[in-house]
C-alpha cells in the first residue's frame, strides 16, 4: 500500500475494510517499498474495527527478536487481537547490500530464524524467558506487553 498522506493512507484501510476485505499485509523491505511494516499496521488498525493487520514477511536479520516480540505484541495489542504476524530468514540480497547486512548462507540465516521464533513466542508467553542459543542468548526476560492473540 503506498500513500502520500495519513489521511490518504487512512481512507485506503478503511475502503479495504469497506469492500470486505479480511486483511492487509505489509512487505518488509528497504527497496521500492516506502512504509515500514510496525508503523503502517498500528496506522491501519487505528482507522479500522476489523481488518487484520499483519506481515508479508518481516526479515529475521532486519530486528533482533526481542525488540520484533515487543512491537508485535503492542500491534496485536492496539489492534484488538487483529495481528498477523509472517516472520522469514530473509532472501532480497539488494536489501542486505543497501543496508550493509551481510547476507549469510541460507542454512545460516534459516538456524536464526528458528531460534529467533522460539525467542519471540517465549517473549510472548506468560512467564520470563530465558534462551541460549548460537545466536541468541536472553535471560529471564519478562516480555511485555502480552499479546491479545495466544
Not at 475494510?17 to 521500492?32: N, T
Not at 491501519?44 to 518481516?58: D, E, I, K, S
Not at 530464524?113 to 542459543?133: N, S
Request: aromatic share 6%.
Amino acid at each position: 500500500m503506498r500513500a502520500a498522506s495519513a489521511k490518504e493512507f487512512a481512507e485506503q484501510a478503511r475502503r479495504a475494510e469497506d469492500l470486505g476485505f479480511s486483511s492487509i499485509l505489509f512487505p518488509d523491505h528497504f527497496v521500492d517499498h516506502p512504509l515500514a511494516p510496525m508503523p503502517a499496521m498500528a496506522a491501519a488498525a487505528a482507522v479500522t474495527t476489523t481488518l487484520r493487520v499483519g506481515t508479508c514477511v518481516l526479515g529475521n536479520d532486519y530486528k533482533h527478536p526481542v525488540v520484533l516480540a515487543t512491537e508485535a505484541a503492542t500491534v496485536d495489542v492496539l489492534s484488538d487481537g487483529r495481528l498477523e504476524l509472517g516472520l522469514g530468514a530473509g532472501w532480497m540480497t539488494v536489501d542486505y547490500e543497501r543496508a550493509g547486512l551481510p547476507l549469510d548462507p541460507p542454512g545460516v540465516r534459516i538456524a536464526r530464524l528458528a531460534e529467533a521464533i522460539t525467542v519471540v513466542k517465549g517473549l510472548m508467553a506468560d512467564d520470563p524467558f530465558t534462551f541460549h542459543g548460537k545466536h541468541y542468548d536472553i535471560d529471564e526476560l519478562d516480555g511485555e506487553p502480552k499479546p491479545v492473540q495466544k
